[in-house]
């Protein structure tokens, strides 16, 4: 029997994961938190958002995580007018160092008929970085 080897450990340093309330962004969560537990991975958990309640979805995550790991919570504040929330993430991912990108398929759109939302599909397109889809 060979040693286990540790190489997805280095995949996985630093993790960011967006998220906006919806059930698949918190099994996002739950994915990256596991990773974290295994491999030590650093989590930064990322809000972009133009009107919200950002300490709502800070307790959802704090439920979520219930002190498991020790993670960043970041939220983004953004106008529709000048921008959307899958540019705003794509500009922290490319103005920070991540290895991943952990984020829920579909967020809080209206029509369940999509199994891939637009702001998963633009960031999972357009990410420098491995991204992981949570359905």
């Known amino acids: 029997m060979t040693e286990p080897t540790y190489i997805v450990s280095f995949w996985l340093r630093r993790i960011l994961v967006p998220i906006d309330g919806s059930e698949n962004s918190l099994r996002a969560l739950d994915l990256a938190v596991d990773f974290a537990m295994r491999y030590g991975s650093k989590v930064t958990v990322l809000h972009v958002c133009e009107n919200c309640n950002d300490k709502e979805v800070e307790e959802h995550v704090k ?12 939220v983004l504040k953004y106008s529709s007018k000048e921008s959307s929330v899958s540019n705003e993430i794509l500009k922290h991912i490319n103005e920070s160092t991540y290895d991943a990108v952990i984020m829920g398929a579909r967020g809080l759109s209206i029509s369940s008929e999509l199994n891939v939302g637009s702001v998963a599909v633009s960031v999972a397109l357009n990410a420098p970085t491995t991204v992981i889809l949570v359905r």
């Open 63 to 74: 439920k979520r995580v219930n002190g498991r790991i020790v993670y960043d919570f970041k």
